[in-house]
């Protein structure tokens, strides 16, 4: 069977303008998703089952989607292994540091699926956040579109710049007992370690009381 993917979006609590572009967001996914022809998927919240249900519901009225083969569509072996084109700016990386620090924090402290800016995120953001860091800092293609070239000095600087904006924001009293620190010199040891570590929350295990 044919799984869609997770939809990060959750529900915004007292912002309606901000909760209805995170439902719209969830229901285009959905809307492609069963278009396509999958047969189920996944959502990140309860309360978007619903949504997801009644999408599915009208697009597949029988238990799946099996009969639809899809034949029109043509998948080769370099369409699957292609690295999608774009640009690294300045806020993408702060925004990897940032998300980075708050989700080991949040892993150190025993939750591992941490709401962060309106989405649900895991280990897996974490992970590709540190190992687009960890890659862009040692190769030439780590070059931000302004030119500037992704150093070791730029993207520690912008942790530690990350790290303090985070500290203010919370309070002194939030970041001591948030693990905050702990996180913010966990992911700089992994980025400066030549050796990839297999999984970013190996070395973390060794923080847990």
Known sequence: ???????????VKNDPEANAAALEKVRVDKEREASNGHDGTWVAHPALIPLAMEIFDSHMPNA???????????????????????????????GNLRVAIE????????????????????????????AQVWQWVRYPAGRLDDGRDISF?????????EARQLRTELGDGAWNSGNY????????????????????TLPAYELLD
């Open 1 to 11: 069977h044919a799984m869609g993917g997770m939809a990060a979006q959750i529900p």
């Open 64 to 94: 799946n989607q099996v009969d639809r083969l899809r034949e029109d569509v043509e998948i080769t072996r370099d369409d699957l292994i292609a690295v999608p084109d774009g640009t690294i700016t300045e806020a993408g990386v702060r």
């Open 103 to 130: 989700y080991l924090a949040a892993w150190i402290g025993g939750n591992g699926c941490v709401p962060i800016d309106n989405l649900m995120e895991d280990a897996a953001t974490a992970e590709i956040a540190r």
């Open 153 to 161: 000095e730029l993207a520690l600087g912008w942790l530690d710049e």
């Open 181 to 200: 620190a702990t996180a913010t010199r966990l992911f700089r040891t992994l980025i400066e370690k030549d050796d990839f570590v297999s999984f970013l």
